[in-house]
């Protein structure tokens, strides 16, 4: 049989059975393309009941998302799209979660036969929609929510370029508006427009130059403009330029380091950078100064991940190599060539390309009916199911502008009137019962967040931070009222985030379990608790490559880390009463250290902020010499010894550039001084530190307000009176109804 007859059959393809009229010829295809999808991945529609990682990960949209719905606090800074699609998920139990992952798998299959109509016509769009749903074959970890999300999101943008045979007003705005609804879920393409204003520059027959330089510079800001919005609520909730959430900060440390994967853990300790120190240029210049260590990091990662999918990768580069002087197979398979050159450029792991290698399959799976291209017909029909698959996200996408725009980025108070509005709205909201049941529990209203936190669980029972949650305040509310072993019934059924459940405080649950069992004298079963939220831990900081653990030192970062004592024990200590902390702090420490240190009497001593309560466990790992100087400085101020404070302040902080205490203390000397060097560096770094602490530190309520009122005074001091009655006014509307002195500063200095 001859090219030319193949050719034929697959044009003829798309139209059978042609006496079927055209509307119900394409309800077939239609149809043939979802029972392919589920003939080939049967399971792959609906999320397996053994597999817990959806629920935590619907509970990490859910805070991206339901601040912005219901106008409260900002405390993610996340791209929010993929939140606001998930709030269709509900309270997040079961039910919601596979309605979710369906409503995903429905319209990723209706976009996935779309996208091989656009390229080669109907037989291609069940091939193309089979590829999709191909899970077992291509990936370990095809159930992976975010992945799964970001697969539709690259979809969207690939039927977008496939579309080539658009006029060029029509499809510049079309693919514009694809990527930039992906910029609200992820920043991964934030590149790519740079590829289209390339394409656009191309020569072209009647196009010179001047006349492809404006369509190049639309292909180029277009897709930033849906960022507008984000961007002006991060300003006004945090007084700076925020474009992405900057989450691969982590990827391109050790992707510089030569490292192959991704690191759970401190990766700025790991890598021995300073804080304040900008991550991106500490790359760029490991890179230059090791580029052969760099080079050999990325081949391994080129080799693994092509290793493990041998056959799609080797058809992919044989039919894009094939077909690329075809429109819309080249401006595909750019897409695919920018996320792989991404992805591979720096650290990384398989769940990465849980999204890129559908499309890559999808692909493949369509050049291979390209050599009979679908008709003008099918190519329309695929315009339109294109739209139809991108409509919920292109209205999920205004929605999100629309409470991006709406919300007024810093509130007032603590939030409780906020929470108070939102539940009259929504009584039966679990995460919202939750999150005001955490800050009732941070206020020392273990009642009220018992309650609160009684009724989330009792919505959403798969929730289990939410029970760790209320065991605490069932806990210290029976403690308090004279019941020693009140909420030993939820505490002692605590191992479960470890057990069965990935959460984001790995060993929070057994640290509570040993606080309870300090308190009830049982010494024995506590250590025995602390010693397994060690081993949780432990075994939460790893590479996911292991071939990387002996170069790295990974075990040296294990031994070093002191997040159970610097971020989760403050935590739980800052939600006990007075008498409690006193109690059990010390005890803690001295069960987890092995002997007692003035470590457990700093963090039992009142509600210290986060920064003093780290600087105090890590004097008990041989890291406290930043401490000490600071603590030596302070004596000297009250002496009058300026100069020599200074001195031993600078040390301070060159020992420990997080010592927010040492940081406030410049800051208060450079007022006195007037020296502004000294002021702009430490007083900025430490509202820095308060507004965006070090990966796991917790931050005290005073801690933002103090370092801007510090600030304040030391504008005022330099004359600058627009920046002081900013920061001035940002914390008498931040700091606690107690502490009158920025209210007042800022009513003297800054009243009309």
């Known amino acids: 049989m001859n090219l030319l007859k193949i050719q034929e059959r697959f044009r003829a393809a798309g139209e059978f059975p042609g006496s079927l009229p055209p509307a119900f010829?394409?309800?077939?295809?239609?149809?043939?393309?979802?029972?392919?999808?589920?003939?080939?991945?049967?399971?792959?529609?609906?999320?397996?009941?053994?597999?817990?990682?959806?629920?935590?990960?619907?509970?990490?949209?859910?805070?991206?998302?339901?601040?912005?719905?219901?106008?409260?606090?900002?405390?993610?800074?996340?791209?929010?799209?993929?939140?606001?699609?998930?709030?269709?998920?509900?309270?997040?139990?079961?039910?919601?979660?596979?309605?979710?992952?369906?409503?995903?798998?429905?319209?990723?299959?209706?976009?996935?036969?779309?996208?091989?109509?656009?390229?080669?016509?109907?037989?291609?769009?069940?091939?193309?929609?089979?590829?999709?749903?191909?899970?077992?074959?291509?990936?370990t970890v095809f159930f992976d929510l975010e992945q799964r999300f970001y697969c539709l999101f690259l979809l969207i943008v690939a039927n977008a370029l496939a579309m080539a045979?658009?006029?060029?007003?029509?499809?510049?705005?079309?693919?514009?508006?694809?990527?930039?609804?992906?910029?609200?879920?992820?920043?991964?393409?934030?590149?790519?427009?740079?590829?289209?204003?390339?394409?656009?520059?191309?020569?072209?027959?009647?196009?010179?130059?001047?006349?492809?330089?404006?369509?190049?510079?639309?292909?180029?800001?277009?897709?930033?403009?849906?960022?507008?919005?984000?961007?002006?609520?991060?300003?006004?909730?945090?007084?700076?330029?925020?474009?992405?959430?900057?989450?691969?900060?982590?990827?391109?440390?050790?992707?510089?380091m030569g490292l192959t994967s991704t690191f759970e853990g401190d990766y700025r300790k790991l890598a021995g950078i300073q804080r304040g120190e900008n991550a991106a240029l500490w790359s760029a210049r490991r890179i230059a100064s090791r580029p052969g260590a760099y080079a050999s990091g990325v081949a391994r990662r080129t080799y693994l991940i092509s290793a493990k999918h041998p056959f799609i990768f080797a058809c992919w580069l044989f039919f894009a190599a094939l077909l690329w002087r075809r429109p819309g197979f080249r401006r595909v398979n750019l897409l695919i060539f920018y996320f792989l050159a991404l992805h591979l450029a720096f650290s990384t792991e398989e769940r990465y390309f849980v999204a890129i290698l559908p499309l890559m399959a999808a692909t493949a799976a369509a050049s291979a009916f390209a050599l009979g291209a679908g008709s003008a017909p099918e190519k329309l029909e695929g315009a339109w199911l294109s739209?139809?698959?991108?409509?919920?996200?292109?209205?999920?996408?205004?929605?999100?502008?629309?409470?991006?725009?709406?919300?007024?980025?810093?509130?007032?108070?603590?939030?409780?009137?906020?929470?108070?509005?939102?539940?009259?709205r929504s009584p039966d909201d679990a995460w919202l019962l939750r999150e005001y049941g955490r800050l009732l529990l941070s206020r020392g209203d273990y009642d009220g967040a018992y309650r609160s936190l009684g009724r989330a669980v009792a919505l959403s029972p798969e929730d289990v931070p939410g029970k760790i949650d209320l065991a605490a305040a069932a806990f210290i509310r029976n403690r308090r009222s004279g019941r020693p072993s009140g909420g030993a019934d939820l505490i002692e059924k605590l191992p479960l985030a470890s057990e069965d459940w990935i959460t984001y405080y790995p060993g929070k649950d057994y640290m509570l379990r040993a606080l309870y069992e300090l308190d009830a004298g049982l010494v024995k079963k506590a250590a025995?608790?602390?010693?397994?939220?060690?081993?949780?831990?432990?075994?939460?900081?790893?590479f996911k490559f292991k071939a990387d653990t002996t170069e790295a030192g990974e075990e040296r970062v294990r031994g070093e880390d002191t997040?159970?004592?610097?971020?989760?024990?403050?935590?739980?200590?800052?939600?006990?009463?007075?008498?409690?902390?006193?109690?059990?702090?010390?005890?803690?420490?001295?069960?987890?250290?092995?002997?007692?240190?003035?470590?457990?009497?700093?963090?039992?001593?009142?509600?210290?902020?986060?920064?003093?309560?780290?600087?105090?466990?890590?004097?008990?790992?041989?890291?406290?010499?930043?401490?000490?100087?600071?603590?030596?400085?302070v004596e000297l101020i009250k002496k009058g010894d300026l100069p020599g404070a200074g001195s031993l302040l600078a040390e301070a902080v060159k020992a420990d550039g997080d010592n927010f205490e040492a940081r406030m203390d410049l800051c208060f000397l450079a007022t006195k001084t007037g020296d502004l060097r000294l002021g702009e560096e430490n007083c900025g770094e430490a509202v820095f530190l308060a507004q965006k602490p070090?990966?796991?530190?917790?931050?005290?309520?005073?801690?933002?307000?103090?370092?801007?009122?510090?600030?304040?005074?030391?504008?005022?001091?330099?004359?600058?009176?627009?920046?002081?009655?900013?920061?001035?006014?940002?914390?008498?509307?931040?700091?606690?109804?107690?502490?009158?002195?920025?209210r007042k500063a800022f009513a003297a200095a800054c009243a009309r």
């Open 694 to 742: 070090p990966k796991h530190s917790v931050i005290s309520k005073e801690r933002l307000p103090a370092a801007l009122y510090s600030r304040g005074e030391f504008y005022l001091k330099a004359g600058d009176k627009a920046k002081a009655c900013l920061d001035l006014r940002r914390a008498s509307e931040a700091s606690p109804p107690g502490w009158p002195e920025a």
């Open 165 to 256: 045979w658009l006029s060029p007003r029509a499809r510049r705005l079309t693919e514009s508006c694809a990527v930039g609804l992906s910029f609200l879920a992820r920043s991964a393409l934030c590149w790519f427009p740079l590829v289209l204003a390339a394409l656009e520059l191309m020569p072209s027959e009647g196009r010179d130059l001047r006349r492809r330089l404006l369509p190049a510079a639309l292909a180029l800001s277009l897709p930033f403009l849906f960022l507008l919005p984000w961007t002006r609520l991060n300003f006004s909730a945090y007084d700076k330029l925020v474009l992405f959430d900057g989450r691969g900060d982590w990827n391109v440390v050790t992707g510089a």
């Open 528 to 542: 025995e608790s602390i010693s397994l939220a060690r081993q949780a831990r432990r075994e939460f900081i790893n």
């Open 25 to 139: 010829r394409a309800a077939l295809w239609l149809g043939a393309a979802f029972t392919a999808a589920f003939l080939i991945y049967p399971a792959g529609a609906l999320y397996p009941g053994d597999a817990p990682h959806i629920l935590p990960l619907i509970e990490h949209f859910h805070s991206q998302a339901k601040p912005l719905l219901y106008a409260l606090p900002l405390h993610n800074t996340a791209m929010p799209l993929a939140g606001v699609l998930s709030l269709l998920s509900g309270n997040a139990d079961w039910a919601g979660a596979q309605l979710l992952w369906w409503a995903l798998s429905f319209f990723i299959c209706l976009s996935g036969y779309a996208f091989g109509c656009l390229l080669a016509g109907r037989a291609a769009g069940v091939a193309a929609a089979a590829a999709l749903f191909a899970g077992r074959s291509y990936s």
């Open 563 to 633: 997040y159970v004592t610097d971020a989760v024990l403050p935590e739980l200590l800052d939600l006990l009463p007075e008498d409690m902390r006193q109690k059990l702090g010390p005890a803690f420490t001295e069960l987890y250290f092995g002997e007692a240190t003035p470590a457990g009497k700093k963090l039992s001593s009142g509600r210290t902020s986060a920064s003093t309560q780290s600087a105090a466990t890590g004097s008990a790992r041989g890291g406290g010499l930043s401490k000490k100087l600071s603590d030596e400085a």
């Open 387 to 424: 739209a139809a698959g991108a409509m919920p996200v292109f209205l999920a996408g205004i929605f999100c502008l629309f409470l991006l725009l709406r919300h007024p980025g810093r509130l007032s108070g603590d939030g409780r009137a906020a929470f108070g509005r939102a539940l009259e």
